[in-house]
Protein backbone atom coordinates (compact mmCIF):
# COMPACT_ATOMS: atom_id res chain seq x y z
CA UNK A 1 0.00 0.00 0.00
CA UNK A 2 1.17 3.36 -1.10
CA UNK A 3 2.66 5.81 1.78
CA UNK A 4 0.48 8.40 0.72
CA UNK A 5 -2.39 5.96 2.00
CA UNK A 6 -0.64 5.59 4.99
CA UNK A 7 0.23 9.32 5.69
CA UNK A 8 -3.43 10.39 4.95
CA UNK A 9 -5.26 7.79 7.24
CA UNK A 10 -3.39 8.59 10.16
CA UNK A 11 -3.48 12.02 9.29
CA UNK A 12 -7.40 12.38 9.54
CA UNK A 13 -7.55 9.97 12.48
CA UNK A 14 -5.25 11.80 14.40
CA UNK A 15 -7.38 14.84 15.39
CA UNK A 16 -10.12 12.13 16.71
CA UNK A 17 -7.95 9.62 18.36
CA UNK A 18 -6.06 12.25 20.55
CA UNK A 19 -8.13 14.50 23.24
CA UNK A 20 -7.31 17.45 25.74
CA UNK A 21 -10.02 17.20 28.30
CA UNK A 22 -10.58 20.84 29.43
CA UNK A 23 -11.22 21.72 32.88
CA UNK A 24 -14.19 23.41 32.54
CA UNK A 25 -15.70 21.02 29.87
CA UNK A 26 -19.34 20.06 31.06
CA UNK A 27 -20.07 16.47 32.45
CA UNK A 28 -20.65 14.21 29.66
CA UNK A 29 -20.79 16.68 26.67
CA UNK A 30 -18.71 14.75 24.95
CA UNK A 31 -18.49 11.07 23.63
CA UNK A 32 -15.07 9.89 21.93
CA UNK A 33 -14.69 6.23 20.74
CA UNK A 34 -12.49 4.34 18.74
CA UNK A 35 -12.55 0.89 16.86
CA UNK A 36 -10.56 -1.61 15.34
CA UNK A 37 -11.53 -4.67 12.89
CA UNK A 38 -9.80 -7.30 11.17
CA UNK A 39 -11.03 -10.01 9.25
CA UNK A 40 -9.42 -12.07 6.36
CA UNK A 41 -7.56 -9.62 4.03
CA UNK A 42 -9.15 -6.74 5.99
CA UNK A 43 -8.14 -4.51 8.43
CA UNK A 44 -10.09 -0.95 9.64
CA UNK A 45 -10.06 1.80 12.01
CA UNK A 46 -12.50 4.36 13.50
CA UNK A 47 -12.78 7.34 15.35
CA UNK A 48 -16.03 9.13 16.62
CA UNK A 49 -16.63 12.45 18.10
CA UNK A 50 -20.10 13.45 19.25
CA UNK A 51 -20.50 16.70 21.20
CA UNK A 52 -23.69 18.15 21.95
CA UNK A 53 -24.54 21.46 21.68
CA UNK A 54 -26.47 21.91 25.54
CA UNK A 55 -23.61 20.57 27.40
CA UNK A 56 -25.58 16.88 28.54
CA UNK A 57 -25.37 13.70 25.78
CA UNK A 58 -28.51 12.54 28.40
CA UNK A 59 -31.17 15.15 27.28
CA UNK A 60 -32.79 16.08 23.88
CA UNK A 61 -30.86 18.86 22.02
CA UNK A 62 -28.63 19.75 18.71
CA UNK A 63 -25.35 17.62 18.15
CA UNK A 64 -22.69 17.30 16.03
CA UNK A 65 -20.80 14.50 15.02
CA UNK A 66 -16.81 13.79 12.81
CA UNK A 67 -16.20 10.17 12.20
CA UNK A 68 -12.57 9.20 10.28
CA UNK A 69 -12.17 5.78 9.32
CA UNK A 70 -9.50 4.13 7.00
CA UNK A 71 -10.01 0.25 5.78
CA UNK A 72 -6.83 -1.62 3.86
CA UNK A 73 -8.09 -4.14 1.86
CA UNK A 74 -5.41 -7.09 -0.03
CA UNK A 75 -7.89 -7.63 -3.27
CA UNK A 76 -6.48 -10.72 -6.01
CA UNK A 77 -4.31 -8.20 -7.57
CA UNK A 78 -4.01 -4.84 -5.65
CA UNK A 79 -3.98 -3.59 -2.37
CA UNK A 80 -6.42 -0.70 -2.05
CA UNK A 81 -6.84 1.84 0.85
CA UNK A 82 -10.12 3.77 1.58
CA UNK A 83 -9.93 6.75 4.30
CA UNK A 84 -13.45 8.48 5.16
CA UNK A 85 -14.09 11.53 6.79
CA UNK A 86 -17.65 12.74 7.50
CA UNK A 87 -18.86 15.72 9.64
CA UNK A 88 -22.40 15.95 10.56
CA UNK A 89 -25.01 18.04 12.30
CA UNK A 90 -28.37 16.74 13.97
CA UNK A 91 -30.61 16.13 16.68
CA UNK A 92 -31.55 13.93 19.34
CA UNK A 93 -34.65 12.64 21.32
CA UNK A 94 -35.58 10.96 24.49
CA UNK A 95 -38.24 9.45 26.12
CA UNK A 96 -38.87 7.07 29.23
CA UNK A 97 -37.90 4.15 27.01
CA UNK A 98 -35.95 5.38 24.11
CA UNK A 99 -33.27 7.33 22.52
CA UNK A 100 -33.54 8.43 18.68
CA UNK A 101 -31.14 10.27 17.08
CA UNK A 102 -31.09 11.99 13.37
CA UNK A 103 -27.67 13.86 11.61
CA UNK A 104 -26.99 14.98 8.23
CA UNK A 105 -24.26 16.39 6.70
CA UNK A 106 -20.69 16.33 4.34
CA UNK A 107 -18.88 12.99 3.62
CA UNK A 108 -15.72 12.43 1.89
CA UNK A 109 -13.66 9.10 0.55
CA UNK A 110 -10.28 8.82 -0.98
CA UNK A 111 -9.81 5.56 -2.63
CA UNK A 112 -6.06 4.73 -3.78
CA UNK A 113 -4.77 1.28 -5.46
CA UNK A 114 -1.31 -0.04 -5.10
CA UNK A 115 -2.20 -1.74 -8.59
CA UNK A 116 -5.43 0.09 -10.53
CA UNK A 117 -6.52 -1.79 -13.00
CA UNK A 118 -8.60 -0.80 -16.02
CA UNK A 119 -12.36 -0.79 -14.01
CA UNK A 120 -10.44 0.48 -10.74
CA UNK A 121 -12.60 3.36 -9.11
CA UNK A 122 -9.34 5.07 -7.48
CA UNK A 123 -9.79 9.11 -6.48
CA UNK A 124 -11.17 11.32 -3.91
CA UNK A 125 -15.00 11.74 -3.76
CA UNK A 126 -17.19 14.23 -1.50
CA UNK A 127 -21.09 14.29 -0.94
CA UNK A 128 -23.81 14.42 1.46
CA UNK A 129 -24.88 11.63 4.17
CA UNK A 130 -27.54 10.88 6.34
CA UNK A 131 -27.75 8.18 9.24
CA UNK A 132 -29.72 7.73 11.82
CA UNK A 133 -30.50 5.41 15.10
CA UNK A 134 -32.63 4.42 17.59
CA UNK A 135 -31.80 2.28 20.96
CA UNK A 136 -33.06 1.82 24.38
CA UNK A 137 -31.97 4.57 26.86
CA UNK A 138 -29.29 4.08 29.76
CA UNK A 139 -32.06 2.46 32.40
CA UNK A 140 -33.09 -0.01 30.77
CA UNK A 141 -31.79 -3.64 31.36
CA UNK A 142 -32.97 -4.49 27.44
CA UNK A 143 -30.26 -3.84 25.13
CA UNK A 144 -31.67 -2.84 21.67
CA UNK A 145 -29.91 -0.86 18.79
CA UNK A 146 -30.73 -0.62 15.25
CA UNK A 147 -28.50 2.16 13.10
CA UNK A 148 -28.33 2.77 9.47
CA UNK A 149 -26.44 5.28 7.26
CA UNK A 150 -27.00 6.67 3.54
CA UNK A 151 -24.12 8.37 1.24
CA UNK A 152 -24.46 10.27 -1.95
CA UNK A 153 -20.42 9.08 -2.47
CA UNK A 154 -20.82 5.79 -4.83
CA UNK A 155 -24.31 5.24 -2.95
CA UNK A 156 -22.89 3.97 0.43
CA UNK A 157 -25.48 2.83 2.94
CA UNK A 158 -25.25 0.49 5.96
CA UNK A 159 -27.82 -1.09 8.90
CA UNK A 160 -26.84 -2.85 11.79
CA UNK A 161 -28.62 -3.64 15.10
CA UNK A 162 -27.78 -5.17 18.42
CA UNK A 163 -30.26 -6.89 20.69
CA UNK A 164 -28.88 -8.21 24.41
CA UNK A 165 -28.83 -7.49 28.26
CA UNK A 166 -27.12 -5.54 30.29
CA UNK A 167 -25.74 -7.50 33.05
CA UNK A 168 -23.84 -6.61 36.50
CA UNK A 169 -20.52 -4.77 34.42
CA UNK A 170 -21.29 -5.66 31.01
CA UNK A 171 -23.60 -6.07 27.99
CA UNK A 172 -23.87 -9.19 25.66
CA UNK A 173 -25.96 -10.18 22.79
CA UNK A 174 -26.20 -10.73 19.68
CA UNK A 175 -25.33 -8.11 16.17
CA UNK A 176 -25.91 -8.03 12.75
CA UNK A 177 -26.12 -6.12 9.59
CA UNK A 178 -25.77 -5.47 6.13
CA UNK A 179 -24.01 -2.84 3.60
CA UNK A 180 -23.19 -2.00 -0.06
CA UNK A 181 -22.30 0.47 -2.75
CA UNK A 182 -21.48 1.12 -6.11
CA UNK A 183 -18.52 -1.52 -5.38
CA UNK A 184 -19.30 -3.88 -2.61
CA UNK A 185 -22.22 -5.64 -1.28
CA UNK A 186 -22.07 -7.95 2.62
CA UNK A 187 -23.82 -8.91 5.72
CA UNK A 188 -22.83 -10.05 9.12
CA UNK A 189 -23.87 -11.59 12.12
CA UNK A 190 -22.08 -11.96 15.64
CA UNK A 191 -22.16 -11.33 19.26
CA UNK A 192 -21.10 -8.57 21.02
CA UNK A 193 -19.33 -7.81 24.63
CA UNK A 194 -19.48 -3.89 25.42
CA UNK A 195 -19.95 -1.67 28.36
CA UNK A 196 -16.63 -2.98 30.00
CA UNK A 197 -15.49 -0.56 32.57
CA UNK A 198 -11.58 0.21 33.43
CA UNK A 199 -11.86 3.51 34.68
CA UNK A 200 -13.68 6.36 32.81
CA UNK A 201 -13.40 4.19 29.62
CA UNK A 202 -15.79 1.55 28.62
CA UNK A 203 -14.23 -1.51 26.29
CA UNK A 204 -16.51 -3.65 23.96
CA UNK A 205 -15.86 -6.52 21.78
CA UNK A 206 -17.54 -8.39 18.70
CA UNK A 207 -16.78 -11.64 16.83
CA UNK A 208 -18.73 -13.04 13.82
CA UNK A 209 -18.72 -14.08 10.34
CA UNK A 210 -18.83 -11.66 7.62
CA UNK A 211 -20.29 -12.79 3.90
CA UNK A 212 -19.92 -10.95 0.41
CA UNK A 213 -17.99 -9.16 -2.21
CA UNK A 214 -14.89 -6.29 -1.21
CA UNK A 215 -14.28 -5.05 -4.35
CA UNK A 216 -13.53 -7.24 -7.38
CA UNK A 217 -13.87 -10.09 -5.37
CA UNK A 218 -16.13 -12.18 -3.08
CA UNK A 219 -15.04 -13.92 0.52
CA UNK A 220 -16.47 -14.81 3.73
CA UNK A 221 -14.68 -14.90 6.60
CA UNK A 222 -14.64 -14.24 10.58
CA UNK A 223 -14.34 -10.91 11.79
CA UNK A 224 -13.10 -9.47 15.09
CA UNK A 225 -13.63 -5.99 16.64
CA UNK A 226 -12.23 -4.45 19.32
CA UNK A 227 -13.50 -0.80 20.67
CA UNK A 228 -13.12 2.01 23.50
CA UNK A 229 -14.98 4.91 24.50
CA UNK A 230 -15.24 7.76 26.56
CA UNK A 231 -17.79 10.49 27.63
CA UNK A 232 -16.62 13.68 29.06
Not at 64 to 76: C, E, H, M, N, P
Not at 215 to 232: C, I, V
Amino acid sequence: MGRGVVMGWLALLAPALVVVVPAHAAPKANQVSVSLGASDGSTSARSTWIHAWNGNLSKDGFLSRFDAAFTGLSLDSSDLGIARGDLLVGYQWHTDALRLRLMGGASIVNREFSNPGPTAIAGTFAGFKVSGQISTNSASKLLLSASGAYSTVLRQYSTSFQAGWKFAGFNAGIEGGFGGSDTYKGEKVGVFLSGIKIGLISLGSSVGYSFGGDEEQSKNSPYADLSASLQF
